[in-house]
């Protein structure tokens, strides 16, 4: 680039043609950065809140991190969350939420009764829980999830909110995604976008299964999305449309999502969903994030 730059004397007819190439160089780079800008701020929507992990270690401002912990029993899942650096780093302008497959079982909080001699298992979960809370909004991530077909069998990576006081119990999932032990199994390449009234079933779960285009979602990073307003809420992959809910398909969504919600982060391992990792299982895993944002309904 600097060679083509540089006038050369032998030549001085090509000053003009350099001048314009450079000119519409610099007139490309500020268009990128005009369609950035617009990207970032989304057409009647402002930016509330976001994390695009440029330092060393996780926001404890933005983030509170489970540690040793069975938050998962419930769903019978397999691993100790953890805050180590193992499971959990920031560096390089990720985050990375690893499962472990340890050589030494790990003892897991008081409650490892399922596991007494400890868990073979570790991974990561993080939520903006105490920290930050939304009614209504669009919430974004950018993800590679670790979901390589016939070798991740196990692993369920998921982006969701849940609510943040007594007031309404619904659970909105942006993303959750199972691995696979077939590498021809479709499910592979798809992830499942989610409405659910309560922990209880009292309503039965609204729910799709979207392909994801390209090589899938251990492929390479894509932006996962849902957008929640004046009672509709709308599911976007890359950009594109791929799940609709409102009041009529969905009459009780304003009574489920009535409160404000949190976002939760994590790569669960085992449980009644995904089942659990066999030996060709390849760990440690990651469900790297480029990068969460948060916005808010401006008009």
């Given amino acids: 680039m600097t060679d083509t730059l540089i006038r050369s004397p032998e030549r001085p007819s090509r000053r003009k043609p ?19 800008v617009w990207r970032s701020q989304r ?49 390089g302008g990720t985050l990375r939420l690893t499962a472990v497959r340890e050589q030494t079982p790990v003892t897991c909080g008081d409650n490892d009764t399922r596991f007494p001699s400890g868990r073979n298992y570790t991974s990561a ?18 993800a590679k999830l670790p979901l390589t077909p016939g070798v991740s ?14 007031t309404g119990d619904g659970e909105l999932d942006v993303l959750e995604a199972i691995g696979t032990a077939n590498p021809n199994d ?19 779960k609204q729910s799709t299964v979207v392909t994801v285009p390209g090589s899938g979602p251990a492929g390479g990073f894509h932006t996962y999305a849902v957008q929640w307003r004046n009672g509709t809420m709308a599911w ?23 409160g404000r919600f949190f976002l939760r982060l994590n790569l ?31 008009g």
């Fill in 236 to 258: 976007f992959v890359d950009g594109k449309r791929t799940f609709y809910r409102d009041l009529a398909s969905t009459p009780w969504l304003d009574e489920a999502f009535a």
């Fill in 125 to 142: 979960m993080v939520s903006t829980r105490g920290k930050e809370a939304w009614h209504e909004g669009r919430f974004e991530i950018r």
């Fill in 268 to 298: 669960a391992v085992g449980g009644t969903f995904p089942g659990s990792p066999t030996p060709a299982t390849r760990l440690p895993a990651s469900m790297v994030v480029d990068w969460v944002k948060v916005y808010q309904w401006r």
């Fill in 43 to 91: 057409p009647g929507w402002r930016l509330a809140w976001s994390d695009e992990f440029t330092g060393g270690h996780l926001d404890p401002a933005r983030w509170q991190i489970e540690d040793r912990s069975t938050f998962g029993n419930g769903n019978k899942e397999l691993a100790c969350l953890m805050n180590q650096p193992q499971n959990l780093r920031v560096a």
């Fill in 18 to 36: 350099v001048l314009i190439t450079a000119l519409v160089v610099v007139l490309a780079a500020l268009v990128g950065i005009g369609v950035a």
């Fill in 153 to 166: 069998q196990g692993l369920w990576p998921a982006f969701w909110l849940r609510p943040d006081s007594g």
């Fill in 186 to 204: 479709p499910e592979a390449h798809t992830i499942h976008q989610t409405l659910w009234y309560d922990e209880n079933g009292t309503k039965p």
